[in-house]
């Protein structure tokens, strides 16, 4: 039979077969029994265990990583239907989204060839949006990528022993810069914009248009080589590789996206200018400090103190000493040396002049930086203002400006102070009830009327909503009022009470609405357009006002609309006992006169369209009669000519 693998061996011995002697080892199928195997055996690395456990083990590891695979597959499935799960609210107002069709499985196991095709069809179509994520996400590469350069290229060409003490470190950075420039440019030629409101795709009108601007003439001298002089020069001659400093734009444009994408862009306004401030002083310094190098140190009282001096030989103490006099000279503090030579008086006087500019900059950014956040805070203020001047003029109770005062720290707490109509009024209106519905969304889902509402009378009335804020206590309806608006509760609660004002017949909570009994004039009614309830805030409450006006005009084109409204106020009079039946049944004048007007309005439409009618046919029979004139004295020309002897 077959001998094991080690087996008559002994642990320490070498049991390799020698060079040129076939080996006569064979594996042990797992499936085997009765085989025992040798004590003597060779431990496994893995498991520690025979030789016997390998396939075992192999197998074992096989099926674990392939329900891994299962499961993350699974996972990421079902992570991808959840995320594209739309809401059916918002779905039925915007309408169904554009979506890709799903894959199927057998699709996505095409032959390798249709896969690498798709792949390069994809890759030649790839267009990157300008106002997409990743977009920016790459502008801020790019960015970094030039801040870099602009902040720590001057300051080694300036500063020789920061080039020199990490100039490996500096290389590796430099090719990294200059690897993202080149991949920035690749994007720019892939970067698509709009025309007619549509992307373009066309690469060919991509390139085009991009290498018909400034902006692509300063990318290409940005990614020259000037490195390379590096090979006669040296690799301690940064100065070489300035051209780098000429892709500012991208940075720019970062910037620019990031003050209209941010949710506090007076704050990043002033980081971003003082990030302006910190590079011109830190190139001001670096320029300070090469003017005392070619002019020798110590050489003057002006230069940079003498190197030899152990007190300002490191490099830490010559940065941030020229750093220092910088920022003195621009903010035009002074208190420095005054210069010696004429080349210094020339730095200096130049120094000055952009310090005024960069003072002027500095006060009226920060000013109107300061104005603009402070701008809601002062209109509200205000308006207070305004409201206690009347109040004390008009003598009113201290209880009751105690309340209005209290209203009012109400809507700034809670950050209401903000008229969403004057805020909203450029957007067109298709936006503005997509924001109001997101922003109350939770809200008008409860709503019963919205339920089943249509889109476009959505549209209409989350349009005319109007928010309204109650104190605790406050009457919102009191029965027997005329009606005149609903409302629809966003935050707070209500009490249905009675007239003494304690007792409490219901509670409402956000979602429900009220009100639109009285204004709908429902046949039969014994309130006619009266309140039925009386309605009191038990808290600070946030209410949406809809008049009466605004919600007739709203569900005229949608009558099932309205008819559910009516529907719902004949069930709540009916529970009250408030309705009259024999009046519900009878048809009223109103009624009747509504379909006089319908009848006289289709008469008028069928008498206009009679008119035109009429009026086409007597001018077809007018051309008729033009053109059988015509041809007669046609027929009359050509008998004349056929017979000239008659």
Request: hydrophobic share 40%; proline share 4%; with cysteine.
């Amino acid at each position: 039979g077959a001998r094991l693998e080690g087996e008559g061996t002994h642990p320490g011995r070498d049991t390799s077969p020698s060079q040129g002697t076939p080996s006569r080892t064979r594996t042990l199928d797992p499936s085997e029994s009765g085989t025992r195997p040798s004590p003597l055996r060779h431990r496994c690395i893995l498991c520690n265990l025979c030789d016997y456990c390998a396939p075992f083990l192999m197998y074992a590891i096989f099926r674990l990583v392939s329900l891994v695979i299962i499961l993350r597959e699974w996972a990421h499935k079902s992570l991808l239907e959840e995320e594209q799960r739309p809401d059916s609210f918002l779905e039925r107002f915007r309408g169904p989204e554009l979506r890709t069709a799903p894959s199927r499985t057998s699709q996505a196991n095409d032959n390798d060839k249709d896969g690498k095709r798709s792949i390069r069809k994809k890759f030649n179509t790839f267009v990157v949006a300008s106002a997409d994520n990743t977009y920016y996400r790459w502008l801020f590469v790019i960015a970094s990528a030039v801040l870099y350069n602009w902040a720590l290229l001057v300051a080694r060409a300036c500063f020789d022993e920061l080039q020199t003490e990490s100039y490996i470190l500096w290389l590796v950075l430099d090719y990294v810069s200059d690897v993202v420039y080149i991949l920035d440019s690749c994007v720019r030629l892939r970067t698509g914009f709009l025309e007619q409101g549509l992307l373009v795709k066309d690469l060919s009108k991509l390139r085009d248009s991009y290498v018909h601007t400034l902006q692509f003439k300063l990318d290409v001298v940005s990614i020259l080589p000037t490195d390379l002089a590096y090979i006669a020069t040296g690799i301690h001659m940064p100065q070489l590789r300035f051209n780098r400093l000429l892709r500012f734009p991208r940075m720019f444009e970062f910037f620019d996206r990031t003050e209209t994408r941010t949710n506090y862009p007076n704050i990043f306004r002033i980081c971003n200018l003082v990030l302006y401030i910190l590079v011109i002083i830190h190139w001001n310094a670096c320029i300070y400090y090469a003017i005392s190098k070619s002019l020798g140190f110590g050489s003057d009282t002006w230069v940079y103190p003498n190197v030899s001096d152990t007190e300002y030989d490191s490099l830490s103490r010559s940065y941030i000493y020229c750093l220092y006099w910088s920022t003195l000279t621009l903010t035009t503090i002074g208190e420095m040396p005054p210069p010696v030579r004429d080349e210094e008086y020339v730095f200096v006087v130049f120094d000055f002049l952009v310090g005024v500019l960069i003072f002027a900059t500095i006060v009226g950014n920060v000013g109107s930086m300061i104005s603009n956040m402070n701008a809601t805070r002062a209109e509200f203020q205000a308006r207070i203002d305004a409201i206690k001047h009347y109040m004390q003029f008009r003598k009113v109770s201290k209880e009751l400006e105690a309340r209005v005062i209290k209203w009012f720290d109400y809507l700034w707490t809670n950050e209401k102070a903000v008229d969403e109509q004057e805020v909203l009024k450029n957007l067109p209106n298709k936006l503005r009830a997509e924001i109001a519905i997101n922003v109350h969304l939770e809200t008008l889902k409860k709503v019963r009327i919205f339920q089943d509402c249509e889109a476009g009378l959505l549209v209409e009335l989350v349009l005319k909503l109007r928010p309204q804020v109650f104190s605790p206590g406050d009457y919102i309806c009191r029965k027997g009022d005329i009606g005149k608006e609903m409302y629809i509760i966003k935050e707070g609660r209500l009490a249905v009470v009675a007239d003494d004002g304690v007792t409490q017949y219901a509670l409402l909570t956000a979602g429900s609405c009220f009100g639109e009994i009285s204004i709908l004039n429902i046949k039969g009614s014994k309130m006619g357009n009266r309140r039925t309830a009386n309605i009191r805030s038990i808290g600070y409450s946030d209410l949406f006002c809809l008049s009466k006006d605004d919600l007739m005009e709203a569900v005229t084109e949608y009558p099932d609309a309205k008819k559910v409204l009516e529907d719902r106020g004949r069930e709540i009079l009916t529970k009250e006992g408030l309705l009259d039946e024999t009046l519900a049944s009878k048809p009223s004048e109103e009624e009747l006169e509504e379909k006089v007007e319908r009848l006289e309005h289709s008469l008028d439409t069928l008498q206009t369209r009679f008119a035109r009618l009429l009026s086409e046919y007597t001018a077809m029979q007018q051309r008729l009669k033009q053109r059988v004139s015509a041809l007669e004295h046609q027929v009359q020309n050509a008998s004349q000519g056929a017979n000239p002897g008659d």
